[in-house]
């Protein structure tokens, strides 16, 4: 049963998005108020298109840094195996990680945390899952997610008869 399924998931913004959101615009303003008053003075005026172009760019700067905190991951699965990107800003993608469905080692029907374990967050709204397995390089892992109906659908019968 080959098939394949992708799932977008926003990750709820909190508190800390929000924080951070306003710490960079506020930064972003206060720079670039500081860096045209330099130039303006220093200049004695001259260089005022300087100013508003030097201080135009810090502004904006601000507004790409705040699209850092506008994160979302896309479940995929082909075939018995689930990779789980991160896509920060609708710009940059990082696989976070990719198992095997058939040797996942446990599948817990809520969110599960462990002494000795990695985890992997990639939630979004909804009901959480947990996906324990073993990565060559983080050793035993959980992955922690928050799939729908059609994507748990196409993950259960991959996974081993003994979960």
């Known amino acids: 049963m080959e098939g394949i399924r992708e799932q977008l998931v926003k990750r709820p913004r909190g508190r800390r998005e929000s924080l951070g959101t306003a710490a960079v615009l506020i930064a972003a303003l206060i720079l670039a108020s500081l860096a045209f008053g330099i130039i303006y003075v220093l200049s004695g005026g001259m260089l005022a298109v300087v100013a508003v172009v030097v201080s135009g760019g810090i502004l ?9 905190f506008s994160v979302e991951y896309e479940y995929v699965i082909v075939g018995e195996e689930l990779s789980v990107d991160k896509i920060t800003n609708k ?11 058939r040797s996942a080692e446990a599948f817990y029907g809520s969110e599960k945390h462990l002494r000795d374990a990695s ?12 996906v324990e397995y073993s990565d060559p390089v ?23 008869r003994q979960i």
């Open 138 to 160: 983080h050793g035993k892992t959980l992955l922690i997610f928050t799939p729908d109906e059609r994507t748990l659908e196409m993950i259960k019968p991959y996974l081993p």
């Open 91 to 101: 710009r940059s993608r990082k696989t976070l990680c990719s198992v095997k469905l």
């Open 119 to 130: 985890e992997v967050d990639a939630c979004g709204e909804g009901e959480k899952y947990t």
């Open 60 to 68: 904006w700067g601000g507004w790409w840094l705040t699209g850092m």
